[in-house]
């Protein structure tokens, strides 16, 4: 009877406090009330080992990554554990509170126990070993017909996705902030690993270390090729630039970045076509990689690498980054579609071929990874869906950023330049609050606010999200024979597809990406 009625005291000196508080102060203690429970959800009731992956059903019955995922799995390709780490570190930073800081070292402890022996990740890691590993590649992994990444198991590490380059910027992040010593042995093992794979003219492959002996539906293995897609290139020279701002002025870390932002010059493609392929063989021409990526110019990857041709000016003054965009902006021009070819607003072929500078669309025909298969033509109609064969780009912005860079003063651009010697420049205080929404099927959509998200916040500690991606569950090898039914614009094929696609009548689940997102909108409530 005393405990009881100590307790109820308790609650009503509380209640009291509350009430007494300023309306500011009362906002920022129910914004970060709300944090709390929701990251503890997510820390001590689904995380495993540390770890995340994107999305999950309430029962845990069934989780996903990019595909379905064994209990076992963490995903490490982004919004995975990196990610969470990121957001765990700027919640703390947001509110001090030392709860954020250790599920960010959780999530580090994860990643760790995942690194590959080479110093990279995989996109996922397995805590079952690698029995569990195989098992999921020879059911789950290897039926994914759009998914062709998935159909093989390397054993290696990927730079692929972004996964190992979240990884590494988390390490370094978290090292950083407090100087424990206990990150440095996978810290240095990472920019080891991007030291090592990176070829002498400047690229890095796929995938590390090389494993040539693959031969992708009777094409040499592509993960050895010097990659740009997914910006594999751009994500390594950040992170370099980072080991080199924060960690002191390593010479082969500086001379990593310069052979790295030279390999964009060299492998430019010459006259009448200077643009770039996805990935570039060792002799640097345009080469193919997945079946529905052939060796062909890509427009987005042209306009991708302006981009970056541009900020490594803005990094060194050099103008030799600025000499050859003109012509890749004249040659995006060249192969824009008249106005009745546009579809959904983007007006640019995805591929363009090579000596011809005809657009190639792509398409498939079957049913599964066993009878189908994926094809390119001149044929602009009916092309696959999950990988579009047109692109949105703005030539115009481009151009008129460049003209801006090009009447600008070289030394007075690149004057506060990471790479410029001298004092070390910190890292960002907030890593995800500026950053594009988290690219995740089954993360929610809409407007969010801080007031929404405190009373949609459910018992439980989570956000109930409709998980409109699925996918089949293992039945079984595909079939020789396609089944009854056209699939060539579907995201999945017939039932034995493990592939994801939307589901007829999503289901109410968790999802890390609704949390990721979330979250950061109470992190920036705070306004610290």
Request: charged share 20%; aromatic share 12%.
């Amino acid at each position: 009877m005393r405990s009881t009625v100590l307790n109820t005291l308790r609650w009503i000196m509380l209640a009291l406090a509350f009430v007494a508080l300023p309306a500011r102060a009362q906002n920022e203690k129910r914004i970060e009330d709300t944090m709390k429970r929701a990251t503890r959800f997510m820390v001590e009731k689904v995380a495993t080992n540390g770890g995340y992956v994107w999305s999950y059903l309430p029962d845990m019955s069934r989780r996903w990554g990019e595909m379905e995922a064994f209990p076992s799995m963490i995903w490490v390709q982004p919004p995975g554990t990196a990610t969470m780490g990121h957001l765990f570190l700027d919640a703390y930073h947001a509110t001090n509170d030392p709860y954020y800081y250790e599920a960010a070292e959780k999530a580090a402890a994860a990643l760790i126990a995942i690194q590959h022996e080479s110093g990279g990740w995989h996109y996922f890691g397995d805590f079952g070993g690698e029995p569990s590993i195989r098992r999921w590649y020879d059911t789950i992994g290897k039926n994914a017909w759009r998914l062709e990444e998935f159909q093989h198991y390397w054993g290696n590490a990927t730079f692929d996705d972004a996964g190992t380059s979240e990884s590494m910027q988390f390490l370094l992040r978290l090292y950083v902030e407090k100087h424990d010593p206990k990150y440095l042995p996978a810290l240095k093992k990472a920019l080891g690993f991007v030291l090592e794979s990176q070829y002498p003219i400047g690229g890095w492959p796929q995938r590390y270390p090389l494993k040539p002996d693959f031969s992708h539906h009777g094409k040499p293995d592509y993960t050895g090729f010097i990659t740009f897609n997914d910006d594999v290139a751009g994500e390594n020279i950040r992170f370099l630039i980072m080991c080199y701002q924060v960690l002191g002025g390593d010479v082969k870390v500086m001379d990593a970045i310069t052979r790295a932002m030279n390999v964009y010059l060299v492998t430019q493609h010459g006259q009448p076509q200077p643009g770039w392929g996805l990935q570039h063989s060792l002799d640097l021409k345009p080469i193919g990689a997945r079946t529905y990526e052939p060796t062909a110019l890509t427009t987005h990857t042209t306009a991708a690498n302006v981009r970056q041709l541009m900020s490594f000016y803005r990094l060194t003054g050099e103008t030799k980054f600025l000499a050859r965009i003109p012509e890749a902006l004249d040659w995006l021009e060249s192969v824009k579609l008249p106005d009745d070819k546009v579809k959904n607003g983007r007006a640019y072929p995805t591929f363009i071929e090579i000596g011809t500078n005809k657009p190639l669309y792509i398409h498939r025909r079957g049913s599964n990874i066993v009878n189908g298969e994926y094809y390119a033509d001149y044929n602009p109609d009916r092309t696959i869906t999950h990988y579009s064969s047109f692109r949105a780009i703005n030539v115009p912005a481009l151009r008129k950023e460049y003209e801006t860079l090009r009447a600008s003063n070289p030394a007075e651009i690149a004057k506060d330049s990471p790479l410029r010697p001298g004092v070390a420049k910190p890292l960002p205080r907030y890593w995800l609050l500026d950053e594009v929404e988290t690219s995740d099927l089954n993360t929610a959509g809409g407007k969010r606010g801080p007031d929404a998200l405190i009373k949609s916040l459910n018992a439980q500690g989570w956000w109930p999200t409709e998980l409109r991606a699925t996918s089949n569950p293992y039945a079984g090898d595909g079939s020789p024979t396609p089944a009854p039914g056209d699939f060539g614009q579907t995201l999945v094929g017939d039932a034995t597809d493990t592939s994801p696609h939307n589901a007829e009548k999503p289901v109410i689940g968790i999802s890390t990406g609704t949390y990721i997102e979330n979250m950061k909108v109470l992190i920036a409530a705070l306004g610290r």
